[in-house]
């Protein structure tokens, strides 16, 4: 039988490590919406910019067919 103090040191450490994990998802995610061509903390310029830009060439969207035909 596990103690309190163990049960909640096992729920602390998985909690860091899927925050590990992915925090930096999601700081890629916000940036996929940043209007400006740098990198800058915090994000001031929200856009939609890059979506219309990746919908436009149609290299990335022949991947994203083949990836979807794949994936099915």
Do not use: C, K
């Not at 915090?42 to 990836?67: C, H, K, Y």
């Amino acid at each position: 039988m596990r103690s309190a103090v163990t049960r909640v040191g096992l729920r602390v450490a998985t909690g860091l490590t899927v925050a590990f994990l992915y925090l930096p998802i999601a700081v890629i995610a916000l940036y996929a919406f940043n209007g400006d061509r740098g990198q800058t903390w915090p994000i001031t310029n929200f856009s939609l910019q890059w979506f219309g830009d990746a919908f436009n060439n149609e290299s990335v969207r022949d991947a994203m067919v083949l990836s979807v035909s794949i994936a099915t």
